[in-house]
């Protein structure tokens, strides 16, 4: 079946340093891929997404690539802040049916970014 | 716009006891679904309504979880009775109907503990 695999944290960066978050992915089809974070105290919200190969999906200065030869879809920043202190998830749903929905999300990474 | 809204935020049970948990979707959204996360691992699907209709209850874990969203509005979760593994943190969503793929919003959660 399809599922989603992270790296497993916590990360610990310093502020301005480089984010990589790995998120390699199984799947039958096409799926569409998310990245969803989830700030302290809050719910999760959508990231950025791709929803075919080569696609690249950005937003608050992450990137992620659908790369379909490597069944991959890693999250970076070039230079985080202490603001992107949060739980990262990776997710993925499958592009036969209706309406997004049915995510299949990784474990969620814990980021936390000193000053 | 008054986003995804659960009720408790957080509730304490103990073990046979009943809890009902409460989800009110974006005004409008058709679809709704519920996940939940048990520590430390992934956000598991457990159900999608189509208005009033369950569309997919795969998810759900065992017959003492109960579903409901009559009228096709908000959505009620019960567990009756329940155990020490139901604990975690359960997430609803709501997105529109529509032929794409469109985004699901997410509630803060409720986070279920039972001692």
């Known amino acids: 079946g399809n599922s989603v695999t992270q790296m497993e944290g916590p990360v610990t960066l310093s502020e301005e340093a480089f984010l990589t978050i790995n998120c390699t992915y199984t799947a039958t089809g096409y799926p569409s891929l998310f990245w969803y974070v989830q700030y302290p105290g809050e719910g999760l919200q959508l990231l950025l997404k791709a929803t075919k190969a080569d696609d690249k999906g950005s937003n608050k200065g992450f990137e992620a690539t659908y790369r379909k030869e490597t069944t991959s879809f890693h999250l970076e920043k070039g230079s985080v802040q202490v603001s992107d202190s949060a739980v990262y998830f990776c997710a993925l749903t499958d592009n036969y049916g209706g309406s997004q929905g049915n995510l299949i999300f990784g474990k969620g990474t814990k980021l936390s970014v000193k000053p | 716009e008054a986003g995804v809204t659960q009720f408790p935020s957080h509730s304490v049970i103990e073990k046979g006891q009943t809890v009902t948990l409460r989800c009110d979707p974006i005004s409008g959204h058709d679809n709704l679904y519920w996940y939940r996360r048990v520590m430390g691992k992934e956000i598991k699907f457990l159900l999608h309504f189509v208005k009033e209709s369950k569309q997919d209850e795969s998810g759900m874990p065992n017959n003492r979880f109960l579903a409901e969203r009559t009228g096709g509005t908000y959505s009620t979760l019960k567990v009756q009775p329940a155990e020490l593994e139901d604990s975690g943190v359960y997430f609803c969503?709501?997105?529109?109907?529509?032929?794409?793929?469109?985004?699901?919003?997410f509630g803060q959660g409720t986070r279920l503990t039972v001692v």
């Open positions: 969503a709501s997105s529109q109907l529509s032929g794409g793929r469109t985004e699901a919003f």
